[in-house]
Protein backbone atom coordinates (compact mmCIF):
# COMPACT_ATOMS: atom_id res chain seq x y z
CA UNK A 1 0.00 0.00 0.00
CA UNK A 2 1.20 3.16 -1.19
CA UNK A 3 2.22 5.53 2.29
CA UNK A 4 0.57 9.09 2.68
CA UNK A 5 3.96 10.70 2.98
CA UNK A 6 7.02 10.06 2.07
CA UNK A 7 10.00 11.99 2.68
CA UNK A 8 13.07 10.83 0.97
CA UNK A 9 16.77 12.05 1.53
CA UNK A 10 14.81 15.93 2.55
CA UNK A 11 17.21 18.46 3.02
CA UNK A 12 16.10 21.76 4.08
CA UNK A 13 18.25 24.62 4.11
CA UNK A 14 17.31 28.69 5.25
CA UNK A 15 19.57 30.82 3.32
CA UNK A 16 20.52 33.71 5.89
CA UNK A 17 22.44 36.97 5.96
CA UNK A 18 24.79 35.38 8.53
CA UNK A 19 25.40 32.67 6.88
CA UNK A 20 23.37 29.41 5.69
CA UNK A 21 21.15 27.82 8.17
CA UNK A 22 20.30 24.00 7.53
CA UNK A 23 17.03 23.01 9.39
CA UNK A 24 16.83 19.47 7.59
CA UNK A 25 19.73 17.29 6.56
CA UNK A 26 18.78 14.44 4.60
CA UNK A 27 15.98 12.83 6.07
CA UNK A 28 14.17 10.10 4.70
CA UNK A 29 10.84 8.58 6.45
CA UNK A 30 7.35 7.04 5.52
CA UNK A 31 4.45 7.79 7.18
CA UNK A 32 1.44 4.53 6.54
CA UNK A 33 -2.08 5.32 6.19
CA UNK A 34 -3.47 5.04 10.22
CA UNK A 35 -0.52 5.79 12.01
CA UNK A 36 -0.71 7.83 14.96
CA UNK A 37 2.77 9.78 15.25
CA UNK A 38 4.56 12.24 17.49
CA UNK A 39 7.48 14.39 16.06
CA UNK A 40 9.72 15.48 18.97
CA UNK A 41 12.62 17.19 19.56
CA UNK A 42 14.32 20.08 21.37
CA UNK A 43 13.48 23.93 20.00
CA UNK A 44 15.35 24.43 17.19
CA UNK A 45 15.80 20.92 16.08
CA UNK A 46 13.58 21.26 12.74
CA UNK A 47 9.92 20.02 13.63
CA UNK A 48 8.20 23.20 12.61
CA UNK A 49 10.17 23.42 9.14
CA UNK A 50 9.45 19.24 9.08
CA UNK A 51 5.73 20.04 9.48
CA UNK A 52 5.70 22.95 6.97
CA UNK A 53 7.28 21.03 4.73
CA UNK A 54 4.60 17.55 5.37
CA UNK A 55 1.91 20.52 5.34
CA UNK A 56 2.97 21.56 1.71
CA UNK A 57 3.38 25.34 3.06
CA UNK A 58 7.54 24.79 1.99
CA UNK A 59 9.45 23.28 -0.07
CA UNK A 60 12.66 21.39 0.15
CA UNK A 61 16.28 22.52 -1.08
CA UNK A 62 16.66 19.00 -2.14
CA UNK A 63 15.12 15.82 -2.05
CA UNK A 64 11.43 14.39 -2.92
CA UNK A 65 8.41 14.55 -0.89
CA UNK A 66 5.47 12.42 -1.94
CA UNK A 67 1.85 13.09 -0.59
CA UNK A 68 -0.48 9.88 -1.77
CA UNK A 69 2.45 9.34 -4.27
CA UNK A 70 2.50 13.04 -5.97
CA UNK A 71 5.48 14.49 -6.03
CA UNK A 72 4.72 18.36 -4.46
CA UNK A 73 7.97 19.31 -6.21
CA UNK A 74 5.68 19.03 -9.40
CA UNK A 75 3.13 21.02 -8.20
CA UNK A 76 2.08 24.63 -9.07
CA UNK A 77 0.93 26.85 -5.62
CA UNK A 78 -2.60 26.31 -6.57
CA UNK A 79 -2.16 22.68 -6.94
CA UNK A 80 -0.11 22.74 -3.17
CA UNK A 81 -3.41 25.26 -1.52
CA UNK A 82 -5.99 22.29 -3.12
CA UNK A 83 -4.15 19.69 -1.51
CA UNK A 84 -3.97 21.53 1.96
CA UNK A 85 -7.33 22.08 1.96
CA UNK A 86 -8.53 18.78 0.36
CA UNK A 87 -5.54 16.31 1.96
CA UNK A 88 -4.22 17.67 5.03
CA UNK A 89 -5.90 18.95 8.49
CA UNK A 90 -4.04 21.19 10.06
CA UNK A 91 -4.42 21.81 13.83
CA UNK A 92 -2.21 24.64 15.41
CA UNK A 93 -1.62 25.07 19.30
CA UNK A 94 -3.36 28.62 19.09
CA UNK A 95 -6.34 27.12 17.35
CA UNK A 96 -6.33 29.44 14.67
CA UNK A 97 -10.09 30.01 14.20
CA UNK A 98 -11.52 32.74 12.37
CA UNK A 99 -13.08 35.55 14.65
CA UNK A 100 -15.20 37.22 12.21
CA UNK A 101 -17.34 33.49 11.48
CA UNK A 102 -19.30 31.63 13.90
CA UNK A 103 -18.29 27.66 14.81
CA UNK A 104 -20.23 26.53 11.71
CA UNK A 105 -19.14 28.90 9.55
CA UNK A 106 -15.78 27.93 10.84
CA UNK A 107 -16.07 24.17 10.85
CA UNK A 108 -17.89 24.74 7.00
CA UNK A 109 -14.59 26.98 5.77
CA UNK A 110 -12.92 24.46 4.13
CA UNK A 111 -16.15 22.94 2.13
CA UNK A 112 -16.61 26.75 1.18
CA UNK A 113 -13.45 27.09 -0.34
CA UNK A 114 -14.26 23.95 -2.36
CA UNK A 115 -17.50 24.65 -3.53
CA UNK A 116 -17.74 28.54 -3.65
CA UNK A 117 -20.74 29.29 -2.29
CA UNK A 118 -22.75 28.40 1.10
CA UNK A 119 -23.03 24.80 1.94
CA UNK A 120 -25.42 22.19 4.00
CA UNK A 121 -24.22 23.10 7.47
CA UNK A 122 -25.38 19.29 8.23
CA UNK A 123 -21.84 17.89 7.71
CA UNK A 124 -20.42 20.28 10.02
CA UNK A 125 -22.63 19.32 12.51
CA UNK A 126 -22.15 16.14 11.98
CA UNK A 127 -18.22 16.48 12.57
CA UNK A 128 -18.95 18.82 15.60
CA UNK A 129 -20.90 16.15 17.30
CA UNK A 130 -18.35 13.83 16.42
CA UNK A 131 -15.56 16.47 18.42
CA UNK A 132 -17.91 16.54 21.47
CA UNK A 133 -18.78 20.21 21.30
CA UNK A 134 -21.99 21.01 22.99
CA UNK A 135 -24.50 22.54 20.48
CA UNK A 136 -25.62 25.34 22.13
CA UNK A 137 -22.00 26.70 20.95
CA UNK A 138 -22.67 26.51 17.52
CA UNK A 139 -23.61 29.69 16.71
CA UNK A 140 -21.21 31.44 19.02
CA UNK A 141 -18.07 32.61 17.22
CA UNK A 142 -14.60 31.57 18.61
CA UNK A 143 -13.91 34.68 21.27
CA UNK A 144 -16.98 33.51 23.28
CA UNK A 145 -14.70 29.64 23.07
CA UNK A 146 -12.87 28.41 26.26
CA UNK A 147 -9.46 27.20 24.76
CA UNK A 148 -10.66 23.52 25.00
CA UNK A 149 -13.79 24.65 23.15
CA UNK A 150 -11.73 26.10 20.40
CA UNK A 151 -9.41 23.56 19.70
CA UNK A 152 -12.45 20.93 19.23
CA UNK A 153 -13.92 23.66 17.10
CA UNK A 154 -10.60 23.43 15.28
CA UNK A 155 -10.18 19.74 15.00
CA UNK A 156 -13.82 19.87 13.55
CA UNK A 157 -12.77 22.28 11.21
CA UNK A 158 -9.50 20.20 10.55
CA UNK A 159 -11.51 16.52 9.81
CA UNK A 160 -14.47 18.25 7.34
CA UNK A 161 -12.79 17.13 4.08
CA UNK A 162 -11.95 14.01 5.34
CA UNK A 163 -8.13 14.56 4.99
CA UNK A 164 -5.75 11.79 4.61
CA UNK A 165 -3.62 13.38 7.31
CA UNK A 166 -4.13 15.79 10.40
CA UNK A 167 -1.25 17.66 11.08
CA UNK A 168 -1.29 18.67 14.89
CA UNK A 169 1.15 21.50 15.87
CA UNK A 170 1.41 21.39 19.68
CA UNK A 171 -2.48 20.74 19.82
CA UNK A 172 -2.55 20.77 23.91
CA UNK A 173 0.00 23.59 24.35
CA UNK A 174 -2.33 26.25 24.68
CA UNK A 175 -4.56 24.20 27.10
CA UNK A 176 -4.72 22.90 31.02
CA UNK A 177 -3.28 19.52 31.31
CA UNK A 178 -7.47 18.15 32.07
CA UNK A 179 -8.74 19.86 28.45
CA UNK A 180 -5.59 18.52 26.53
CA UNK A 181 -5.70 14.34 27.92
CA UNK A 182 -9.54 15.21 26.56
CA UNK A 183 -7.94 16.40 23.16
CA UNK A 184 -5.58 14.08 22.85
CA UNK A 185 -8.24 10.92 23.50
CA UNK A 186 -9.98 12.66 21.32
CA UNK A 187 -7.67 12.03 18.84
CA UNK A 188 -6.88 8.86 19.72
CA UNK A 189 -10.65 7.81 19.37
CA UNK A 190 -10.14 9.52 15.53
CA UNK A 191 -6.75 7.77 15.43
CA UNK A 192 -8.76 4.44 15.69
CA UNK A 193 -11.09 5.80 13.43
CA UNK A 194 -8.62 5.00 10.64
CA UNK A 195 -7.44 9.10 10.40
CA UNK A 196 -3.61 9.48 10.09
CA UNK A 197 -2.34 11.56 13.00
CA UNK A 198 0.82 13.83 12.84
CA UNK A 199 1.64 15.94 15.99
CA UNK A 200 4.48 17.73 16.45
CA UNK A 201 5.13 18.17 20.43
CA UNK A 202 7.57 18.71 22.91
CA UNK A 203 5.67 17.28 26.17
CA UNK A 204 6.12 13.34 26.53
CA UNK A 205 2.84 13.22 27.66
CA UNK A 206 1.59 13.56 24.26
CA UNK A 207 3.72 11.47 22.98
CA UNK A 208 2.42 8.82 25.15
CA UNK A 209 -1.09 8.53 23.14
CA UNK A 210 0.79 7.77 19.99
CA UNK A 211 2.00 4.86 18.09
CA UNK A 212 4.93 6.03 16.63
CA UNK A 213 7.64 8.61 17.51
CA UNK A 214 9.94 9.88 15.24
CA UNK A 215 13.11 12.17 17.50
CA UNK A 216 14.79 14.65 15.26
CA UNK A 217 17.87 16.59 16.43
CA UNK A 218 20.00 19.33 14.60
CA UNK A 219 17.81 18.00 11.80
CA UNK A 220 18.53 14.78 11.58
CA UNK A 221 16.22 12.06 12.65
CA UNK A 222 17.76 10.53 15.71
CA UNK A 223 15.23 7.59 16.77
CA UNK B 1 -22.03 36.84 -3.74
CA UNK B 2 -22.20 34.83 -1.19
CA UNK B 3 -18.95 33.02 -0.98
CA UNK B 4 -17.10 33.22 2.31
CA UNK B 5 -14.87 35.77 1.31
CA UNK B 6 -17.63 38.18 0.28
CA UNK B 7 -19.57 37.64 4.34
CA UNK B 8 -15.90 38.01 5.40
CA UNK B 9 -15.37 41.23 3.87
CA UNK B 10 -18.65 42.57 5.19
CA UNK B 11 -18.73 41.31 8.38
CA UNK B 12 -14.64 43.81 8.86
CA UNK B 13 -16.45 46.91 7.02
CA UNK B 14 -19.14 46.37 10.18
CA UNK B 15 -16.57 45.30 12.81
CA UNK B 16 -14.45 48.79 11.69
CA UNK B 17 -17.32 50.56 11.20
CA UNK B 18 -15.87 54.14 11.75
CA UNK B 19 -12.49 53.86 9.98
CA UNK B 20 -14.84 52.55 7.02
CA UNK B 21 -17.12 55.44 7.04
CA UNK B 22 -14.15 57.50 7.08
CA UNK B 23 -12.93 56.46 4.10
CA UNK B 24 -16.41 56.10 2.50
CA UNK B 25 -16.72 59.77 3.45
CA UNK B 26 -13.42 60.34 1.21
CA UNK B 27 -15.18 58.84 -1.65
CA UNK B 28 -18.42 60.72 -1.27
CA UNK B 29 -16.71 64.03 -1.35
CA UNK B 30 -14.59 62.64 -4.26
CA UNK B 31 -17.46 61.73 -6.08
CA UNK B 32 -19.61 64.66 -5.20
CA UNK B 33 -16.89 67.48 -6.25
CA UNK B 34 -16.82 65.51 -9.57
CA UNK B 35 -20.44 64.80 -10.62
CA UNK B 36 -21.62 68.58 -9.01
CA UNK B 37 -19.53 70.46 -11.20
CA UNK B 38 -19.87 68.12 -13.56
CA UNK B 39 -23.60 68.94 -13.56
CA UNK B 40 -22.62 72.47 -13.48
CA UNK B 41 -20.69 72.58 -16.44
CA UNK B 42 -23.26 70.80 -18.50
CA UNK B 43 -26.14 72.79 -17.29
CA UNK B 44 -24.21 76.27 -18.24
CA UNK B 45 -23.60 74.39 -21.89
CA UNK B 46 -27.31 73.73 -21.76
CA UNK B 47 -28.23 77.41 -21.17
CA UNK B 48 -26.25 78.80 -23.22
CA UNK B 49 -27.33 76.62 -25.96
CA UNK B 50 -31.13 77.44 -25.88
CA UNK B 51 -30.47 81.17 -25.46
CA UNK B 52 -28.08 80.90 -28.27
CA UNK B 53 -29.89 78.05 -30.33
CA UNK B 54 -32.10 81.23 -31.98
CA UNK B 55 -29.09 82.49 -33.89
CA UNK B 56 -28.11 79.11 -35.25
CA UNK B 57 -27.95 78.52 -38.91
CA UNK B 58 -26.75 82.37 -39.88
CA UNK B 59 -24.29 83.22 -42.04
CA UNK B 60 -22.98 86.70 -41.21
CA UNK B 61 -21.34 88.95 -43.72
CA UNK B 62 -19.26 91.88 -42.66
CA UNK B 63 -16.78 93.91 -44.83
CA UNK B 64 -13.02 92.42 -44.38
CA UNK B 65 -11.75 94.29 -41.00
CA UNK B 66 -8.33 92.80 -41.06
CA UNK B 67 -7.94 91.01 -38.48
CA UNK B 68 -10.96 88.82 -39.65
CA UNK B 69 -14.60 89.74 -38.82
CA UNK B 70 -16.76 90.87 -36.04
CA UNK B 71 -19.80 88.63 -35.76
CA UNK B 72 -21.13 91.06 -32.78
CA UNK B 73 -21.44 93.71 -35.56
CA UNK B 74 -19.47 95.51 -38.29
CA UNK B 75 -16.22 97.42 -37.21
CA UNK B 76 -13.79 99.26 -39.20
CA UNK B 77 -11.37 98.28 -41.60
CA UNK B 78 -11.82 98.64 -45.79
CA UNK B 79 -12.76 96.67 -48.88
CA UNK B 80 -11.56 96.39 -52.36
CA UNK B 81 -14.52 96.75 -54.21
CA UNK B 82 -16.85 98.55 -51.62
CA UNK B 83 -17.44 101.38 -49.58
CA UNK B 84 -14.97 101.93 -46.99
CA UNK B 85 -16.37 99.37 -44.11
CA UNK B 86 -19.69 98.84 -45.73
CA UNK B 87 -21.57 96.43 -47.93
CA UNK B 88 -22.48 97.97 -50.75
CA UNK B 89 -26.12 96.88 -52.54
CA UNK B 90 -24.16 95.38 -55.70
CA UNK B 91 -22.71 93.43 -52.60
CA UNK B 92 -25.97 92.72 -51.10
CA UNK B 93 -27.14 91.18 -54.37
CA UNK B 94 -24.33 88.99 -55.12
CA UNK B 95 -24.61 87.81 -51.13
CA UNK B 96 -28.51 86.98 -51.93
CA UNK B 97 -27.64 85.58 -55.45
CA UNK B 98 -24.84 83.14 -53.93
CA UNK B 99 -27.64 82.27 -50.96
CA UNK B 100 -30.27 81.63 -52.56
CA UNK B 101 -33.18 80.35 -52.37
CA UNK B 102 -32.35 81.32 -48.31
CA UNK B 103 -33.06 84.93 -47.52
CA UNK B 104 -30.43 87.47 -47.30
CA UNK B 105 -31.55 90.40 -45.11
CA UNK B 106 -29.09 93.86 -44.93
CA UNK B 107 -28.78 95.40 -41.87
CA UNK B 108 -27.89 98.91 -40.92
CA UNK B 109 -26.77 99.65 -37.70
CA UNK B 110 -26.06 103.20 -35.58
CA UNK B 111 -25.65 103.75 -31.92
CA UNK B 112 -27.73 106.81 -31.50
CA UNK B 113 -29.35 109.11 -28.40
CA UNK B 114 -32.94 108.51 -27.94
CA UNK B 115 -35.34 109.84 -24.56
CA UNK B 116 -38.17 107.96 -23.91
CA UNK B 117 -41.03 109.82 -22.10
CA UNK B 118 -41.43 113.40 -21.18
CA UNK B 119 -38.45 115.16 -19.00
CA UNK B 120 -36.36 111.33 -18.91
CA UNK B 121 -32.48 111.52 -19.41
CA UNK B 122 -30.98 110.83 -22.71
CA UNK B 123 -29.72 107.43 -23.30
CA UNK B 124 -27.74 106.37 -26.31
CA UNK B 125 -29.18 102.61 -27.70
CA UNK B 126 -27.86 100.50 -30.45
CA UNK B 127 -30.82 101.29 -33.80
CA UNK B 128 -30.79 98.91 -36.52
CA UNK B 129 -32.29 99.08 -39.96
CA UNK B 130 -34.26 96.06 -41.28
CA UNK B 131 -36.46 95.89 -44.50
CA UNK B 132 -39.99 95.62 -43.05
CA UNK B 133 -40.70 92.24 -45.30
CA UNK B 134 -37.74 90.40 -43.71
CA UNK B 135 -37.96 91.13 -40.06
CA UNK B 136 -40.98 88.57 -39.07
CA UNK B 137 -38.23 85.62 -40.25
CA UNK B 138 -35.66 87.50 -38.07
CA UNK B 139 -37.39 88.23 -34.94
CA UNK B 140 -39.90 87.01 -32.90
CA UNK B 141 -42.86 89.17 -31.18
CA UNK B 142 -43.48 88.86 -27.65
CA UNK B 143 -46.11 91.97 -27.28
CA UNK B 144 -47.25 93.77 -30.42
CA UNK B 145 -47.48 94.08 -33.97
CA UNK B 146 -44.72 93.54 -36.41
CA UNK B 147 -43.89 97.73 -37.20
CA UNK B 148 -45.24 98.34 -41.45
CA UNK B 149 -45.13 102.13 -40.96
CA UNK B 150 -42.02 104.47 -41.56
CA UNK B 151 -43.09 105.88 -38.34
CA UNK B 152 -43.07 103.15 -36.19
CA UNK B 153 -40.17 101.01 -34.70
CA UNK B 154 -39.60 97.76 -32.58
CA UNK B 155 -37.67 97.64 -29.16
CA UNK B 156 -35.97 94.85 -27.56
CA UNK B 157 -37.07 93.06 -24.44
CA UNK B 158 -34.42 94.48 -22.14
CA UNK B 159 -34.82 98.01 -23.55
CA UNK B 160 -38.77 97.80 -22.60
CA UNK B 161 -38.09 96.86 -19.38
CA UNK B 162 -35.67 98.95 -18.05
CA UNK B 163 -37.53 102.16 -19.62
CA UNK B 164 -40.56 101.12 -19.02
CA UNK B 165 -42.04 100.73 -22.42
CA UNK B 166 -44.76 99.76 -23.77
CA UNK B 167 -46.44 99.10 -27.24
CA UNK B 168 -48.07 102.42 -28.10
CA UNK B 169 -44.98 104.25 -26.30
CA UNK B 170 -43.23 107.06 -27.93
CA UNK B 171 -39.36 107.31 -28.15
CA UNK B 172 -37.47 110.59 -29.39
CA UNK B 173 -34.62 110.02 -31.52
CA UNK B 174 -31.31 111.89 -31.29
CA UNK B 175 -30.22 114.83 -29.39
CA UNK B 176 -33.42 116.58 -28.13
CA UNK B 177 -35.49 114.29 -30.35
CA UNK B 178 -34.03 115.95 -33.88
CA UNK B 179 -34.37 113.12 -35.71
CA UNK B 180 -37.61 112.67 -35.06
CA UNK B 181 -40.45 110.17 -32.67
CA UNK B 182 -40.94 107.02 -33.39
CA UNK B 183 -43.78 105.02 -31.99
CA UNK B 184 -43.17 101.54 -30.54
CA UNK B 185 -45.43 98.43 -32.46
CA UNK B 186 -43.86 95.72 -30.87
CA UNK B 187 -41.51 94.33 -28.00
CA UNK B 188 -39.19 91.87 -29.42
CA UNK B 189 -38.59 88.38 -27.97
CA UNK B 190 -35.45 88.46 -25.74
CA UNK B 191 -32.56 86.67 -27.77
CA UNK B 192 -29.81 86.57 -25.35
CA UNK B 193 -26.36 86.68 -27.16
CA UNK B 194 -26.64 86.56 -31.06
CA UNK B 195 -23.80 86.56 -33.79
CA UNK B 196 -26.44 88.78 -36.05
CA UNK B 197 -28.01 91.39 -34.34
CA UNK B 198 -28.11 91.77 -30.34
CA UNK B 199 -31.90 93.53 -30.33
CA UNK B 200 -32.61 93.10 -26.54
CA UNK B 201 -31.02 96.34 -26.01
CA UNK B 202 -32.01 98.19 -29.57
CA UNK B 203 -34.77 99.71 -31.31
CA UNK B 204 -35.29 98.21 -34.67
CA UNK B 205 -36.63 100.91 -37.34
CA UNK B 206 -37.22 100.38 -40.75
CA UNK B 207 -34.60 100.32 -43.38
CA UNK B 208 -36.41 103.17 -45.55
CA UNK B 209 -36.09 105.66 -42.21
CA UNK B 210 -33.16 104.34 -41.16
CA UNK B 211 -31.44 105.09 -44.74
CA UNK B 212 -33.69 108.78 -45.02
CA UNK B 213 -32.18 110.26 -41.17
CA UNK B 214 -29.23 108.70 -41.16
CA UNK B 215 -28.23 109.32 -45.30
CA UNK B 216 -27.11 106.36 -46.04
CA UNK B 217 -28.19 104.34 -50.20
CA UNK B 218 -27.10 101.57 -50.50
CA UNK B 219 -24.78 100.66 -48.12
CA UNK B 220 -24.95 98.12 -45.63
CA UNK B 221 -23.25 97.36 -42.01
CA UNK B 222 -23.84 93.26 -42.32
CA UNK B 223 -26.14 91.17 -44.62
CA UNK B 224 -27.72 87.94 -42.44
CA UNK B 225 -28.59 85.09 -44.21
CA UNK B 226 -31.00 82.86 -43.14
CA UNK B 227 -30.16 79.09 -43.89
CA UNK B 228 -33.01 77.31 -44.43
CA UNK B 229 -32.20 75.07 -47.43
CA UNK B 230 -28.48 73.40 -46.83
CA UNK B 231 -26.01 73.45 -44.59
CA UNK B 232 -24.10 77.04 -43.06
CA UNK B 233 -20.84 75.90 -44.03
CA UNK B 234 -21.98 75.74 -47.59
CA UNK B 235 -23.48 78.87 -47.98
CA UNK B 236 -20.54 80.26 -46.02
CA UNK B 237 -17.97 78.48 -48.48
CA UNK B 238 -19.65 79.58 -51.96
CA UNK B 239 -20.02 83.53 -50.60
CA UNK B 240 -16.31 83.67 -49.44
CA UNK B 241 -15.08 81.83 -52.83
CA UNK B 242 -17.08 84.68 -54.39
CA UNK B 243 -16.00 87.45 -52.47
CA UNK B 244 -12.41 86.73 -51.65
CA UNK B 245 -10.97 85.21 -54.48
CA UNK B 246 -7.56 86.41 -53.21
CA UNK B 247 -6.56 85.54 -50.10
CA UNK B 248 -4.46 88.08 -49.53
CA UNK B 249 -6.95 90.41 -50.50
CA UNK B 250 -10.42 89.48 -48.86
CA UNK B 251 -13.08 92.00 -49.09
CA UNK B 252 -15.48 89.97 -46.68
CA UNK B 253 -15.44 88.49 -43.69
CA UNK B 254 -18.20 85.36 -43.58
CA UNK B 255 -19.04 84.08 -39.90
CA UNK B 256 -21.05 81.07 -39.59
CA UNK B 257 -23.06 80.60 -36.95
CA UNK B 258 -23.17 76.93 -36.44
CA UNK B 259 -19.25 77.14 -36.24
CA UNK B 260 -19.26 79.73 -33.58
CA UNK B 261 -21.67 77.80 -31.40
CA UNK B 262 -19.68 74.86 -32.24
CA UNK B 263 -16.26 76.61 -30.75
CA UNK B 264 -18.47 78.16 -27.81
CA UNK B 265 -19.78 74.59 -26.38
CA UNK B 266 -16.14 73.33 -27.35
CA UNK B 267 -14.93 76.44 -24.90
CA UNK B 268 -17.62 75.60 -22.21
CA UNK B 269 -16.47 71.51 -22.54
CA UNK B 270 -13.18 72.52 -21.80
CA UNK B 271 -13.83 74.66 -18.68
CA UNK B 272 -16.31 71.42 -17.46
CA UNK B 273 -13.25 69.08 -17.87
CA UNK B 274 -11.19 71.22 -15.92
CA UNK B 275 -13.49 72.00 -13.00
CA UNK B 276 -14.04 68.41 -12.84
CA UNK B 277 -10.70 67.51 -13.13
CA UNK B 278 -10.34 69.92 -10.37
CA UNK B 279 -13.20 68.05 -7.88
CA UNK B 280 -11.01 65.07 -9.24
CA UNK B 281 -8.18 65.67 -6.85
CA UNK B 282 -10.44 65.05 -4.05
CA UNK B 283 -10.97 61.39 -5.41
CA UNK B 284 -7.58 61.00 -5.65
CA UNK B 285 -6.87 61.95 -1.82
CA UNK B 286 -9.64 59.74 -1.19
CA UNK B 287 -8.34 57.06 -2.87
CA UNK B 288 -4.99 57.41 -0.90
CA UNK B 289 -7.04 56.99 2.15
CA UNK B 290 -8.78 54.04 0.84
CA UNK B 291 -5.18 52.48 0.13
CA UNK B 292 -4.16 53.19 3.62
CA UNK B 293 -6.56 51.62 5.40
CA UNK B 294 -6.50 48.49 2.90
CA UNK B 295 -3.26 48.54 3.90
CA UNK B 296 -4.18 48.73 8.00
CA UNK B 297 -6.78 46.10 7.26
CA UNK B 298 -3.95 43.85 5.17
CA UNK B 299 -1.19 44.04 8.52
CA UNK B 300 -3.82 43.45 10.83
CA UNK B 301 -4.77 40.36 9.49
CA UNK B 302 -1.44 39.08 8.22
CA UNK B 303 -2.35 36.01 11.00
CA UNK B 304 -5.92 35.17 9.49
CA UNK B 305 -4.45 35.20 6.00
CA UNK B 306 -1.79 32.65 6.92
CA UNK B 307 -4.31 30.46 8.25
CA UNK B 308 -6.38 30.71 5.48
CA UNK B 309 -3.64 29.90 3.16
CA UNK B 310 -2.44 26.90 4.94
CA UNK B 311 -6.17 25.40 4.94
CA UNK B 312 -6.14 25.73 1.71
CA UNK B 313 -7.52 29.18 0.46
CA UNK B 314 -5.57 30.26 -3.48
CA UNK B 315 -3.86 33.40 -3.28
CA UNK B 316 -7.11 34.76 -5.63
CA UNK B 317 -9.47 33.69 -2.92
CA UNK B 318 -7.44 35.95 -0.72
CA UNK B 319 -7.10 38.94 -3.04
CA UNK B 320 -10.57 38.55 -3.96
CA UNK B 321 -11.54 39.22 0.10
CA UNK B 322 -9.60 42.49 0.25
CA UNK B 323 -10.98 43.63 -3.43
CA UNK B 324 -14.44 42.98 -2.05
CA UNK B 325 -14.13 45.44 0.66
CA UNK B 326 -12.11 48.12 -1.55
CA UNK B 327 -15.48 47.38 -3.54
CA UNK B 328 -18.04 47.98 -0.81
CA UNK B 329 -16.55 50.97 0.36
CA UNK B 330 -16.28 52.20 -3.56
CA UNK B 331 -20.19 51.07 -4.44
CA UNK B 332 -21.80 52.64 -0.87
CA UNK B 333 -19.00 55.80 -1.23
CA UNK B 334 -19.89 56.14 -4.99
CA UNK B 335 -23.87 55.71 -4.81
CA UNK B 336 -24.48 58.11 -1.62
CA UNK B 337 -22.37 60.70 -3.15
CA UNK B 338 -23.70 60.76 -6.46
CA UNK B 339 -27.19 61.17 -4.67
CA UNK B 340 -25.78 64.02 -2.78
CA UNK B 341 -24.31 65.83 -5.74
CA UNK B 342 -27.64 65.95 -7.08
CA UNK B 343 -28.50 68.42 -4.14
CA UNK B 344 -25.34 70.05 -4.66
CA UNK B 345 -25.47 70.41 -8.36
CA UNK B 346 -29.17 71.64 -7.41
CA UNK B 347 -28.03 74.37 -5.03
CA UNK B 348 -24.55 75.52 -7.05
CA UNK B 349 -27.25 75.23 -10.44
CA UNK B 350 -29.99 77.72 -8.36
CA UNK B 351 -27.18 79.71 -6.80
CA UNK B 352 -25.07 80.65 -9.77
CA UNK B 353 -27.11 79.98 -13.02
CA UNK B 354 -30.16 81.19 -11.43
CA UNK B 355 -32.53 78.14 -12.68
CA UNK B 356 -32.22 74.50 -12.05
CA UNK B 357 -34.02 73.53 -15.13
CA UNK B 358 -31.21 71.65 -16.46
CA UNK B 359 -30.56 69.73 -13.57
CA UNK B 360 -32.55 66.35 -14.51
CA UNK B 361 -31.22 66.30 -18.25
CA UNK B 362 -29.77 63.25 -19.80
CA UNK B 363 -26.45 65.48 -19.93
CA UNK B 364 -26.37 66.63 -16.37
CA UNK B 365 -26.86 63.31 -15.15
CA UNK B 366 -24.38 61.81 -17.39
CA UNK B 367 -21.33 63.41 -14.86
CA UNK B 368 -22.90 61.56 -11.96
CA UNK B 369 -22.67 58.30 -13.52
CA UNK B 370 -19.21 59.04 -14.10
CA UNK B 371 -18.63 60.39 -11.09
CA UNK B 372 -20.01 57.07 -9.22
CA UNK B 373 -17.84 54.84 -11.84
CA UNK B 374 -14.82 56.90 -11.29
CA UNK B 375 -15.44 56.66 -7.55
CA UNK B 376 -15.66 52.83 -7.51
CA UNK B 377 -12.80 52.62 -10.35
CA UNK B 378 -11.16 54.73 -7.89
CA UNK B 379 -11.59 52.11 -5.04
CA UNK B 380 -10.47 48.59 -6.30
CA UNK B 381 -7.35 50.27 -7.93
CA UNK B 382 -6.58 51.31 -4.50
CA UNK B 383 -7.56 48.54 -2.85
CA UNK B 384 -5.46 46.27 -5.42
CA UNK B 385 -2.27 46.58 -4.51
CA UNK B 386 -3.11 45.67 -0.92
CA UNK B 387 -5.18 43.03 -2.14
CA UNK B 388 -2.02 41.70 -4.07
CA UNK B 389 0.57 41.91 -1.04
CA UNK B 390 -2.14 39.98 1.43
CA UNK B 391 -2.42 37.11 -1.46
CA UNK B 392 0.98 36.96 -1.76
CA UNK B 393 2.43 37.20 1.97
CA UNK B 394 4.66 33.77 2.51
CA UNK B 395 1.93 31.30 4.34
CA UNK B 396 4.45 30.51 7.29
CA UNK B 397 5.84 34.03 7.88
CA UNK B 398 2.15 35.29 8.24
CA UNK B 399 1.18 32.26 10.89
CA UNK B 400 4.26 33.16 12.60
CA UNK B 401 3.04 36.94 12.46
CA UNK B 402 1.44 37.96 15.99
Known sequence: ?223 | MSTIFWEISKRNIRLHLLRSSLAMLGIVIGVVAIAAMGILGSSMVLMVSDTLSSVGDSVIVTPYSGGGGNPMGPSGGSSGTMTSMKLTDQDFQKIKRIAAPNVAIPVLQTAEHMRVGVGSEDIVATMYGLPPEDVPGLLILSAGGYNSGESGCLVGSTFADDHNINVGSRISIGINGEKGTLRVTGIIEERGMSFDVSTDNAVVVTKDWFETTYDRNDEYDQVVVKVKSGDTADVKTAIENQFNRNPRQKTVSVTDSNELLATIYETFGTITTFVTAIGGISMIVAGVSIFNIMMMSVTERIKEIGIMRSIGTRKYGVMRMFLYEAAIIGVVGSVIGGVLSLVAGYAMSAFMLQTTKYLFTVSSMIPVVEGILFGIVVCLACGFYPAWQAANLNPIDALRHE
Open chain 1, 1 to 223: MQPVIQFSDVTKIYPLRAGDVTALDHISFEVERGEFIAVMGPSGSGKSTLLNLMGCLDTPTSGDIFIGGSRVRDMSDDQLTDLRRDRIGFIFQYFNLFPLLNVIENVNFPLMLKSGTVVDPKKALEVLRAVQLEEELYTHTSLELSGGQQQRVAIARALINNPDILLCDEPTGNLDSRTGKSIMQLMTDLNKKGSTIIVITHDPMVAEYTKRTIRIEDGRIAS
